[in-house]
């Protein structure tokens, strides 16, 4: 059972690049969303999903894209890279239920590094 | 908005005692859950336990419990019988069972288990 399976696990960019980070989960999940962690300030939500076809921003939004095609996937994308954005990413399924009990089920992370 | 506080940046604690890990949280939500995630070294996220704001009773799942004081507005994790392998960074999160789509982090606190 793969889970959430996010790919790559380390990148390094320059300024202006772009890039595209990968996740699929194989859980059925409604629910994808993507969050940066960055030292002192916890897990930010940049982007979620309840479905194929919905997305929505969340509280770090800028600079960053998502699609939501099919239900196993749903890619990050940085238009052009900026060392602010310098981060480890991850990505995180789960049930969409109205109780908001679903924990969430997280990729393994990867490290973006912006030079 | 809902806020998450964790104010222990960092705790040793000794091989085989017990630690209670400090969360608070501030929601006007009438319903809610509440989440506890831990982080080893290797980065991955683990889901611990889970409290729903309506259930009556503290969850326990194994070696943990939380201590879920709805009046203080506080959901402590407590790990019981500490082993070298809970050293790691531990997370504290809330959802909203309405507007459910976000699941929002505290800054975690860094525990260190000392043989």
């Known amino acids: 059972n793969a889970g959430v399976t996010q790919?790559?696990?380390f990148q390094v960019l320059k300024t202006g690049q772009s890039m595209t980070l990968q996740c699929a989960q194989d859980m059925n999940h409604e629910y994808m969303s993507w969050y940066r962690q960055d030292p002192g300030m916890g897990l930010r939500l940049i982007h979620y999903s309840v479905g194929a076809g919905i997305?929505?921003?969340?509280?770090?939004?800028?600079?960053?894209n998502v699609s939501r095609s099919t239900t196993e996937d749903f890619p990050l994308r940085l238009l052009s890279a900026a060392p602010s954005q310098t981060s480890v990413y991850f990505c995180a399924s789960r049930f969409f239920l109205?109780?908001?009990e679903s924990p969430l089920h997280f990729g393994n992370g990867t490290r973006l590094t912006v030079t | 908005a809902q806020k998450i506080t964790q104010t222990q940046p960092g705790m040793f604690v000794q091989e085989k005692e017990a630690?209670?890990?400090d969360c608070t949280y501030d929601t006007s939500d009438p319903s809610y859950g509440l989440f506890w995630y831990k982080q080893p070294s290797s980065g991955e996220m683990i889901f611990l336990i889970y409290q729903g704001s309506y259930d009556q009773q503290n969850a326990t799942e194994g070696r943990y419990s939380l201590n879920f004081q709805k009046a203080r507005k506080s959901a402590n994790l407590v790990i019981?019988?500490?082993?070298?392998?809970d050293s790691a960074m531990y997370f504290c999160a809330m959802?909203?069972?309405?507007?459910?789509?976000k699941l929002t982090f505290g800054t975690g606190t860094r525990l260190t288990i000392i043989p």
């Open chain 1, 55 to 64: 997305t929505d921003q969340g509280e770090v939004p800028n600079g960053y």
């Open chain 2, 80 to 85: 019981s019988a500490s082993q070298l392998g």
């Open chain 2, 19 to 21: 630690v209670t890990l």
């Open chain 1, 98 to 100: 109205t109780g908001g």
């Open chain 1, 7 to 9: 790919t790559p696990k």
């Open chain 2, 95 to 101: 959802s909203s069972y309405f507007g459910n789509e």
